[in-house]
């Protein structure tokens, strides 16, 4: 595609459109994110030079609907269902007395990259046209999620584990029991050492680490536990790989989404603007599948590809930050970075993307245009 058909091409994404009042709650300045409707993403040259974390400031925010505001107080979580032999009801205080764990993971939209779909096949999918910025890392600190379900005396017999969302349309999906006692799977109320912030799930939202973003529920007021599979429309019509080239599996209409694939991106905006000389290009890479375990970039859209320097930490489920140094030459460039993690994937190169309805799991290594001035 020619660059300079890029603000043509994408009149259709309003940037500078308000947020429709109280959608959201922190600031959210232009310069450091992108709006999509109620949603925003990171830009990521925001990231450029800072830390492993992302701070909450910088955080991507996907809202189905406004963030509510809660008051800790008189918040209630219940826990219920055929796969309870205790049915519970616990305060924020109870939450805050039980055992507590903080792990360092990462969050990201299902739907990340989308819009490359319609760079790369011409069509766009259903859903907000995020490139690689919905992803955020945070160090979470809450209650292992098993810790609350053998309070509320999980069955032997239990299948699924479902928290619900106090926001307007209730937003909730499963997840099989397995995934709901692993011991980083938690109800967390801290992010990154604060109390969690509105827009990100206060009092509390779950994590389910390494999944696509909507398993982890904010604003969780009800956990629902059962000894029959559950069925809503988030991992039926959601969330599924639908479309050409994918048989449903029913009751869903394609294959259902879990962990995330390996993805990269380059701190710079997009497209990039550099001024000539000696620099670090700087980025982050993360898998749904493990930690990374190398990071190349090419300089000639994929043909030669050399390591770039990873650096600590690398956390499983949590991703790593790489750079390398760069004589950026005056003229029209392309920095293409492909990163593989411990499960062996390595980021594909674009044309192997297999288009779906709502534009999941594009992951290739994507060549990211930069102007040295
Ligand atoms: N209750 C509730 N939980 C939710 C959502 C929502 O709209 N409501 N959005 C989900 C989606 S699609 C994603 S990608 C993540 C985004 O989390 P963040 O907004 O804190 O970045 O939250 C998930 N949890
Ligand atoms: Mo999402």
């Not at 450029?48 to 918040?75: C, E, M, Q």
């Not at 109390?195 to 939202?205: E, F, S």
Request: charged letters at 20%.
């Amino acid at each position: 595609m020619q660059r300079r058909a890029v603000e043509e091409e994408y009149a259709f994404l309003d940037y500078e459109k308000p947020t429709p009042e109280g959608n959201i709650v922190k600031p959210i300045p232009r310069n450091l994110f992108i709006q999509h409707d109620r949603c925003v993403e990171t830009r990521w040259e925001a990231m450029y030079g800072r830390g492993y974390v992302t701070p909450a400031s910088l955080w991507f925010i996907r809202n189905h609907g406004p963030t509510p505001v809660i008051d800790a107080k008189t918040w209630k979580l219940q826990v219920s269902g055929s796969g309870v032999d205790n049915p519970l009801t616990l305060s924020y205080d109870d939450i805050l007395r039980m055992p507590s764990v903080t792990y360092t993971r990462f969050i990201e939209c299902a739907g990340n990259g989308r819009i490359f779909f319609k760079e790369y096949q011409g069509e766009m999918p259903k859903g907000r046209p995020w490139r690689f910025g919905s992803y955020g890392l945070a160090e979470w600190t809450g209650v292992p999620l098993y810790e609350i379900l053998e309070r509320a005396k999980i069955k032997p017999s239990a299948v699924d584990v479902m928290p619900t969302g106090l926001d307007k349309s209730g937003v909730e999906r499963p997840m099989p029991v397995s995934k709901a006692m692993e011991p980083d799977t938690i109800l967390a109320y801290a992010m990154n050492g604060d109390v969690l912030p509105l827009d990100h799930g206060y009092p509390a939202r779950v994590v389910v680490p390494g999944w696509v973003g909507i398993n982890s529920i904010k604003w969780v007021g009800q956990i629902t536990v059962s000894e029959e599979p559950i069925y809503v429309e988030r991992n039926t019509e959601e969330y599924v790989l639908a479309g050409p080239g994918f048989d449903p599996v029913p009751p869903a209409l394609g294959p259902v989404l879990t962990s995330v694939p390996v993805r990269s991106a380059i701190a710079l905006p997009w497209p990039g603007k550099i001024a000539a000389g000696q620099i670090t290009i700087r980025g982050f890479a993360w898998s749904g599948y493990g930690h990374i375990t190398r990071v190349e970039y090419s300089l000639d859209d994929g043909i030669t590809w050399a390591d770039a320097n990873i650096l600590q930490p690398n956390i499983r489920l949590a991703g790593c930050r790489w750079e390398f140094p760069w004589a950026a030459s005056q003229g029209e460039h392309t920095i293409t970075i492909r990163a593989t993690d411990s499960a062996g994937n390595t980021q594909p190169l674009p044309d192997s993307m297999r288009w779906n309805e709502r534009g999941y799991e594009f992951w290739a290594a994507v060549p990211h245009p930069v102007t040295v001035h």
